[in-house]
């Protein structure tokens, strides 16, 4: 049983939020000497429940920590543990103590409820180390900061306990100056791995436990600035920057009268701007009755300030200081302000008066190796990678972020939703309005305003995610409406439970839905109901193959008023990296911990991998968000150069065009763009003349001038490609003999390993079902139908030959080379096919790729505007998802070669009806693919595996979200295709033709 607490059980118990938890306040500027990390190996012990924590855990001498962990990342030593850290993450063989393993659900609880129940073995980590103080600290107040404890956390000083806090995603602090002494102090914090608060921290992610953030001390005198709360203003219609500074004092002994408080403005380089103000500290017995607190307000304007965008990210410089009743400084801190106005009026977001485009993604933390402790360098790759994709607005999907995350989206320029730590999806329509939840709903979302006020770039406060809507989000909602006026709220339930036009009005300023279908968002934008613009809070579903349409969207978005973006489901998979037991290393997902229940992959639906590497849909993903378009007039004898932007101008990039006649490189030079003013178009002339012959494509190119924060000098921002005249028929033929008809042996059959076959089916993406989740699946008809319909008919097991009315015939031409000719025919009842075309094998010596469509990067007939036609050469693709499933198409062949590079022997595709076709070649058969669970268990085949396909199913969004559109799906009952194998010799490889 815990030590003072006693027969407490403070985690028990939903209306428990806090026990001598200091106020919340923004984070501020402090001297080092006055601060004092306590980061690094915390001697550590590990209960299976908070009752068989002895007194004497927390109590008594501090226990000797072992060495700190030791190279392998994630590694832990027996008792002892790094702060930050999850004691989740697996010791990956590490002379360990008991493991206690990551859990990961999606909806559902990992335990029985009904709230606020809990399970039996309620894993309780105890961390103790010591600390010692510099004298000057004790006689000052002495603080605690924990940085962020999953679930709760209970902390003791030298035997004394001196507090308890739940929000797994917020800091915590206590006063410990009564229980300090000289010398060492011994410390310990007690976390517990699920509470009362862990049934509204229900998120879609993993299940951890631990101190995932810094644990800090710091020294603050007796009468103290305790907190600075700035609005930093723009007023749009002249110009001028409003900066409202309260600073609020706290008295730690008997409060006096006279104190005063100076605030002082200037830009990051130190020039004064505006006035110095100063205003005296109210004091209550010299204000009785209208006394408001301890609360010094200055306000100080400046002309011409240069606005905070996410385009142009400008910050000053706001210094506060505390003068005694002498009129002695006796401490000073410091504000990073940008200046900007956001404001939701007539059905649009506006910043600075501006509509903005919302490039959005959601971002959970995570690291494969330190699971939720995220540091400041995993944060900065994460924006770097995100805005080298074009990226550039964050929802904080789903709870508050370590401050570090707004100080660089202030500094770097990323609009941010700051959303609370607030989640009871199992429990979605009951816990909003149980008012035992009610304080942890206030405290979630106040705490996380109080503390993320001063950030320019968050724009908007979220309620949370996926809650219901009840009592408690109104209740939330109406405290932050008066707290900070000058933010628009976003709550997705609220909308969601009631209607689109005017539902949820209380507690959503936004029509914020998740999911929603193109023709929905469209209808609601183009009714001009309500007063509300459309931003989607979830989009795109990028789990496994995925993001389908995602063109369509923004193509819907930019032509319809009302709707403005979304943010895109999600950055990273949240794989955690596993070390088995024979030498294989991977990026687990649910369930490969051995945790019952769980959700299997459905945490493995990022943009990235666990390790930031981009999966291949963010080539589209940089194309649609991409700040500036090239398209043809409308009289195809201009280029209409279109700026996406909100503020700035296009003179950071330069232009280049080139092209293309079919597939090479005829003609390039720089585009000279006029001045574009943001949110506006101009037309430039056609840089060259159209060739009269072949296929011919103009593209343009927008690089970065100078290097950034994000890329170096050059780096490819956006482009386009646009089509000037098409090819009458595919002259990628070389010169043909005359025909030779039946079925004479050719030069191809010498090199098939496996025959020409009819293909019919993928491997399923997560899009076409879950492969892993059964159930879902095929029980409860969850997500994408394809692979259950697939599965009965028979594609699994038999070849497509078997199930289908299938006619081929083969001509050879006299120079060896073959044209197939296939007609397929589906019974009625037959579902509608992933690809109809065909595959075949070649010997393992194929190791390169070369072909005339789109590339360079895996590409689909719904993602494939992020994709350049041109000539491309690349070697067979790695499969690059978590789940193996069908990868690597190339869609709009013209051509298509596989390559021997030695002998220089290529074997070239040529569609001849219709003239291009989608084609693919890896070292797994579709069959291959489907039989594997995890990455690992795949085994590359030495040969190459090559398809052809006439047509090929679009990915959709089908996991979560809208599936394939109608234009994308293979409707059709009668195909016909042909192509031609032409096998072409040493001597003409790298001639450059085609
Ligand atoms: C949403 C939810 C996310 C995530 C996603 C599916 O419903 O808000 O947290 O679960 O679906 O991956
Ligand atoms: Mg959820």
Redesign the pocket.
Known sequence: MLAVIGTLRPWAEPETISIHRLAMHAPLLVDPQYHQSLDGSWAFSLFQHPDDVPPSAVTGPTPPRPTPPGPTPGATQAGSQPVPGNWTIPHNGAASIVEDLPHYT??QMPFPGPPPALPQRNPTGVYRRTFTVADEWLDRQTVLHIGGAESVHAAWVNDVFVGYGTDSRLPSEYDISAALRPGANDLAIVVIRYSAGSYVED???WWMAGLHRGVFLESRPAVDIADVRAVADLRVNDGVGVLTLTTTVGFSSAPEKGWTVTTRLATMDGIAVGEDQSASVPHRFAQPYVFSGHQAVTTCEVTDVEPWSAEAPTRYRATISLIDLSGHETQTTEVLVGFRHVEVRDRQLLVNGQPIWVFGV?RHDHNPDRGKAVTADDIRADLIQMRRHNISAVRT??YPNDTVFYDLCDELGMYVIDEANI?SHAYNTSLCNDSRYAAAWLARGSRMVQRDSNHPSVLIWSLG??SGYGDNHDALAAWIRRNDPHRPLHY?GAPFHTNWVDGGMLASDLVCP??PSIASIETYGADGAGTRPLIMC?YS?A?GNSNGSLADYWDVITRTPGLQGGFL??WKDHGIRQYLGDGTVRLAYGGQFGEQPHDGN?VA?GLTSADLEPHPAMAEVAWVYRPVTATLAANAGALVISNRQSFLDLGWMRAEWQLLVDGNVAESGELILPDIAPHSAVEVPLPCVIPSRGEVFLTIRFHQRRASWCAPAGHLVAWDQVALSVAEANDALPAAGTHDFGDAPCAIDSLLIAPVELELWRAPTDNDGFKLLADLSERLGIGGRGMVAWKRAGLADHPAEDLVEHRSTRTVDSDGNAEYHHTVTLPDEFPQPARVGVTFSLPPRFTRLRWYGRGPTENYPDRNSGSMVGVWESEPDAMPYLVPQEFGLRTDCRWFECIDPISGDRVRIVPTGPTTMHCSARHHTAADLFAAATATDLIARDELIVNIDAGHRGLGTGS?GPDVLPQYELAEKQYEFSYRLVVLGSQRYGAGDG
């Open positions: 999606n909806v998120q879609d992610q959601n999907s789903h989640e995610n996926e997705e998740m999911y979830e579903h789990m489901w999600e459905f639906d979560c």
